[in-house]
């Protein structure tokens, strides 16, 4: 594909329609089933988190925590993601030097590490995705089919989705939630971010993450230790690859992982997928 071609290799139709379905799938059933496994999977480890406190330190604060646990995960799934798209943006180097990544996230093991991991990954979609949409708008990648914009829109929201319920797990264990992009790629994500020039370059990063992403959820599967946590992954999983999905048709190429040269490969390698490094 020629730099200065923006055509994409579906009708916009087509795109249309597959971002609705994209949408619809999540919202009936991908969105509830990861809502109700990280609101269940949260109080848990809120439970144990007060569990773990010296009674001496029990307090009228830490009550009011524990009295609205559930109800707190519940709002930290709905008002979160909300600000995810601004915080998600912010320099990596505002990130250490708030401390972000030598504090909270240094103190992370086992299944939260993983969590932090994932909520970073999600960030960093949500990063190029916006990032995307702001070039898009300026004019800077030439004409944009408008059809694009909507599926960009669509499957970041729901990378805020993915990360606001990481966060809700972490804030209930006590540890602050995850506003930075992956430290291990985000240096990468910016340099080829800068190298974009229309759309099919914007949108070939974008199929990186997600195959990024769902490489980890399905490495993850076999190292998380709680039920509730490998049933977040495992709901969050499917639509990172049919966000793939997407975009390999959008793209025409073979709708599914592929070797660089485009052979098409029968199971999801976890060649891509990310480990804490905490």
């Not at 087509?14 to 971002?19: E, F, I, K, S, V």
């Not at 439970?47 to 009011?64: G, K, V």
Request: glycine share 6%; with cysteine; aromatic share 6%.
């Amino acid at each position: 594909m020629s730099a200065d071609n923006n055509d994409i290799q579906i009708t916009e139709g087509q795109l249309r329609a597959m971002t609705s379905d994209l949408d619809g799938l999540n919202t009936e059933q991908c969105y509830p089933a990861m809502t109700a496994a990280a609101q269940s999977w949260a109080q848990d480890v809120a439970d144990e988190r007060r569990q773990a406190e010296p009674r001496r330190h029990f307090s009228r604060r830490s009550f009011l925590f524990g009295a609205g646990g559930a109800i707190a995960g519940g709002l930290v799934l709905a008002t979160t993601s909300s600000s995810l798209a601004a915080a998600a943006t912010r320099p990596m180097a505002a990130a250490k030097a708030s401390g972000e990544l030598t504090g909270d996230a240094a103190k992370l093991t086992g299944d939260l590490a993983i969590a932090a991991l994932a909520a970073s990954l999600e960030n960093l979609a949500v990063f190029a995705y916006t990032a995307g949409l702001s070039a898009a708008k300026a004019g800077k990648l030439g004409a944009v089919p408008a059809a694009v914009p909507t599926f960009v829109t669509t499957a970041r929201s729901q990378h805020m989705q993915h990360a606001a319920a990481w966060n809700s797990v972490l804030t209930a264990a006590g540890y602050k939630a995850v506003t930075y992009t992956d430290p291990a790629l985000t240096p990468m994500v910016e340099k080829d971010f800068a190298a974009v020039k229309n759309i099919p370059d914007l949108l070939n990063l974008a199929l990186t993450l997600e195959n990024v992403a769902a490489q980890t959820y399905q490495g993850g599967a076999d190292v998380l230790k709680s039920a509730k946590a490998r049933a977040v992954a495992a709901s969050i999983q499917p639509v990172e690859m049919q966000h793939a999905a997407v975009l390999y048709f959008v793209l025409g190429k073979y709708p599914g992982i592929q070797t660089a040269s485009g052979t098409p490969l029968a199971f999801n390698p976890l060649t891509l997928a990310q480990k804490p490094t905490s």
